[in-house]
């Protein structure tokens, strides 16, 4: 099993790496922290830990005419997105994009440090929830509508609140932050355009600059 593996990274990881990765330049990092969130100070750790070592396979920094002949092209932007933003109500997209800009700290320093240009933000490619208000202890709260993944019916969702800042996020623990999960649109030929959430920043942040 360990010669497989070790042939396994030789002739389809590394293989994938040279074919592909040795011609971006310009690189969208998904990071589900909704999803680590759930999971508690250990998924949240075992996520930061992830991010830097898939940083590590790129290559960051500026392209200079000779740079892709002495060292392989560079990757010069980078955008980090919060996935799920669907899953919140719009009050929390900000606070997203601040909990995974401290939590991307390190890894972001790594690649600006190398000349790359980093940004974050959340995002949805696909939005499956509307924006609702419902009445709790008689006051007003933004929540979420849509068709839940166990259900057939459209529901209004107040999901948690995300925690303040990065150390209360480490300090969740399982059961403590729960969001729900909810299906995709069932007709998109009846919508247009298809909805998103920042998609539209996000190809502007990545690819607006080759287009001035």
Known sequence: MAKRFEDYKHLIVWRFFKEHFSRIDRQL???????????????????????????????????????????GKRVERILFAATKADHLPTSQHDELSRLLTSLLKQAQSRAAFAGATTSVMALAGLRATTLATATIDGKPVACVSGVPVDSDRIEAVYPSQLPRDLVDLRNLAPGDFEILAFKPPTSLEEIRPIPHINLDRALNELLGDLLQ
């Open 29 to 71: 990092v998904l990071v589900d922290l909704l999803d680590a969130a759930e999971g508690g100070s250990v998924a949240i750790n075992e996520l930061q830990e992830g991010i830097v070592s898939v940083l590590k396979a790129f290559n960051p920094g500026q392209n200079q005419w000779l740079s892709p002949l002495l060292h």
